[in-house]
């Protein structure tokens, strides 16, 4: 799983950089809005840890920016602002989730799981779909063997 990090805090980028990579993850990071939203979409990624306030782009623009080019990938905005309308804001934007700092490195990371499993059942089932010696064909609501 890659998980992509856009946050202008070096030292809080650091830390979820080696976090994530001790829970098994490859992750790739950039420092400002701009450069994350030209990573995250020019290479795939799992998942985007998304700060709000960052310059160039703020996150709400990336996330809108994304949104726009029909990424789907999972998008967990974390960020010291939050008051309700900046976390309405948030997720008005396109974001699936929203963690206030300071957080607890623990609930991060199950929200981190809980998104990429959701994702992973979001995944559309291929048509035709094989089973045993034959196939399903869902579009046409058939089962086709031998």
Do not use: N
């Amino acid at each position: 799983m890659r998980i992509l990090i856009v946050d202008d805090e070096a030292p809080m980028r650091v830390a979820l950089e080696q976090t994530l990579r001790s829970e098994g993850f490859k992750v790739a990071s950039a420092a400002d809005g701009e450069a994350g939203l030209e990573l995250a979409l020019a290479e795939p990624f799992d998942l985007i840890l998304l700060d709000v306030m960052m310059p160039k782009l703020d996150g709400f623009a990336v996330c809108q920016g994304l949104r726009r080019h029909g990424s789907k990938v999972p998008i967990l905005m974390l960020t010291a602002r939050g008051q309700v309308d900046d976390r309405v804001t948030g997720l008005d934007s396109g974001a699936d989730d929203y963690l206030t700092k300071p957080f607890s490195l623990r609930e991060l990371l199950a929200r981190v799981h809980a998104l990429l499993r959701r994702f992973e059942r979001s995944e559309p089932i291929t048509d035709p779909y094989p089973l045993g010696d034959g196939q399903i064909q869902f579009s046409k609501r058939r089962f086709q063997r031998g």
